[in-house]
């Protein structure tokens, strides 16, 4: 005999909302709890209890069954949104609406937003939050789990639409010069997505610039347009005010077109990079980091390098440790050891 199933309610525990949402997950698969146990290596029993939120979900097993449903991460998601306990107030609600959203039209003054950003970059912004009291130091990796586990949305199927109009400001250093040279290296690949457009919205605009606060334009799955944007103290949505909705997308249009197009953007993005690939330190390197290169010839001539920064290959003169340091990207380091290799550069 076959036992209804027991109905639940996900408004009335965080355990109960992630259980209906890996139920839903599961079901949309078309898996048992059996076979999804099988392929998370975790028992059917342990699911069950799951479902029904008699038991809390381990974090492996919400991440081993986003793959395998593939739900874009959301079972991690909303595994981290339902510790967001210090997140602002209304954030909730709106990555909810994220979540589902088939456009977005994102507009930043002073941070890349958090749909783009880097762990490091993140933990920077983050930790500083902390250091001034505004979130506790011991919520500061629940915040910054949220954050990472949004950008799933990023790449899911089908993709949404994403245009995004950062402020120039949003290209000030935050974290560092390898903190920011990663973050731009970030900023250079998303652009690179089919699904979203990147513009600069450059600081000469001024004054002519249409708003002092930043806000995100997005679509219900209906197609209706919703807006999200923050206070200092809490963020809200938007849906029942089209006038002001319809007020906001006109400005956005507006800085649309001011902006740089997408290929200036891009040249600008990469300009900064080079700039701040010129900023790095030696101390950017452990002292005890520093390698001969199997590069360098036996005659004396001979170059260190320091392999572990994100992005950066730092190089510098064996015979002067203290003196100056050069710092190739990545890509340039592997098309120099190229060309060494085919004889490029004639015989060292």
Same mark, same amino acid.
């Not at 097993?61 to 997140?87: F, H, I, N, P, Q």
């Not at 959203?101 to 003054?109: N, P, R, V």
């Not at 923050?230 to 849906?239: A, K, L, P």
């Not at 089209?242 to 200036?264: G, V």
């Given at each position: 005999?076959?036992?209804?199933?027991?109905?639940?309610?996900?408004?009335?525990?965080?355990?109960?909302?992630?259980?209906?949402?890996?139920?839903?997950?599961?079901?949309?698969?078309?898996?048992?709890?059996?076979?999804?146990?099988?392929?998370?290596?975790?028992?059917?029993?342990?699911?069950?209890?799951?479902?029904?939120?008699?038991?809390?979900?381990?974090?492996?097993?919400?991440?081993?069954?986003?793959?395998?449903?593939?739900?874009?991460?959301?079972?991690?998601?909303?595994?981290?949104?339902?510790?967001?306990?210090?997140?602002?107030?209304?954030?909730?609600?709106?990555?909810?609406?994220?979540?589902?959203?088939?456009?977005?039209?994102?507009?930043?003054?002073?941070?890349?937003?958090?749909?783009?950003?880097?762990?490091?970059?993140?933990?920077?912004?983050?930790?500083?939050?902390?250091?001034?009291?505004?979130?506790?130091?011991?919520?500061?990796?629940?915040?910054?789990?949220?954050?990472?586990?949004?950008?799933?949305?990023?790449?899911? #199927?089908? %993709? !949404?639409? &994403?245009?995004?109009? $950062?402020?120039?400001?949003?290209?000030?250093?935050?974290? *560092? =010069?390898?903190?920011?040279?990663?973050?731009?290296?970030?900023?250079?690949?998303?652009?690179?997505?089919?699904?979203?457009?990147?513009?600069?919205?450059?600081?000469?605009?001024?004054?002519?610039?249409?708003?002092?606060?930043?806000?995100?334009?997005?679509?219900?799955?209906?197609?209706?347009?919703?807006?999200?944007?923050?206070?200092?103290?809490?963020?809200?949505?938007?849906?029942?005010?089209?006038?002001?909705?319809?007020?906001?997308?006109?400005?956005?249009?507006?800085?649309?077109?001011?902006?740089?197009?997408?290929?200036?953007?891009?040249?600008?993005?990469?300009?900064?990079?080079?700039?701040?690939?010129?900023?790095?330190?030696?101390?950017?390197?452990?002292?005890?980091?520093?390698?001969?290169?199997?590069?360098?010839?036996?005659?004396?001539?001979?170059? #260190?390098? %320091? !392999?572990? &920064?994100?992005?950066? $290959?730092?190089?510098?003169?064996?015979?002067?440790?203290? *003196? =100056?340091?050069?710092?190739?990207?990545?890509?340039?380091?592997?098309?120099?050891?190229?060309?060494?290799?085919?004889?490029?550069?004639?015989?060292?």
């Amino acid at each position: 005999m076959t036992l209804p199933q027991q109905e639940i309610d996900p408004a009335s525990s965080p355990n109960k909302a992630i259980g209906a949402q890996l139920r839903r997950f599961r079901k949309a698969r078309g898996l048992t709890q059996i076979e999804l146990g099988k392929q998370t290596n975790y028992s059917d029993s342990l699911i069950s209890l799951i479902e029904t939120g008699a038991r809390p979900a381990p974090l492996n097993l919400l991440r081993r069954s986003d793959k395998v449903l593939d739900t874009c991460e959301a079972l991690e998601l909303l595994y981290w949104s339902t510790k967001g306990s210090t997140l602002i107030g209304g954030f909730l609600a709106y990555i909810e609406h994220e979540r589902k959203a088939t456009a977005f039209k994102i507009y930043e003054l002073n941070v890349v937003p958090g749909l783009l950003q880097t762990r490091a970059y993140a933990s920077a912004l983050i930790n500083a939050a902390a250091q001034r009291n505004e979130i506790p130091q011991d919520k500061v990796g629940e915040r910054l789990n949220v954050r990472m586990a949004r950008q799933a949305m990023l790449y899911r #199927e089908p %993709a !949404p639409s &994403i245009h995004i109009v $950062l402020e120039e400001n949003c290209l000030r250093p935050i974290g *560092g =010069p390898v903190v920011m040279a990663e973050q731009l290296r970030r900023l250079e690949s998303v652009a690179s997505l089919p699904h979203v457009m990147l513009q600069i919205a450059p600081s000469s605009l001024g004054e002519d610039l249409p708003t002092t606060w930043p806000f995100t334009l997005l679509t219900s799955p209906n197609g209706v347009w919703m807006a999200y944007l923050e206070t200092i103290q809490r963020g809200y949505v938007e849906r029942e005010d089209q006038d002001n909705i319809r007020f906001l997308a006109r400005t956005y249009d507006w800085l649309q077109a001011q902006a740089l197009s997408c290929a200036d953007s891009l040249t600008l993005i990469r300009t900064r990079l080079k700039e701040f690939h010129a900023m790095f330190p030696i101390t950017a390197a452990k002292p005890n980091s520093w390698m001969k290169s199997s590069y360098s010839n036996g005659g004396g001539q001979c170059i #260190e390098v %320091a !392999p572990g &920064i994100s992005g950066i $290959l730092p190089v510098r003169d064996s015979k002067d440790p203290d *003196g =100056p340091q050069l710092a190739f990207d990545m890509d340039a380091w592997r098309s120099f050891v190229a060309g060494i290799k085919s004889g490029e550069f004639g015989s060292i």
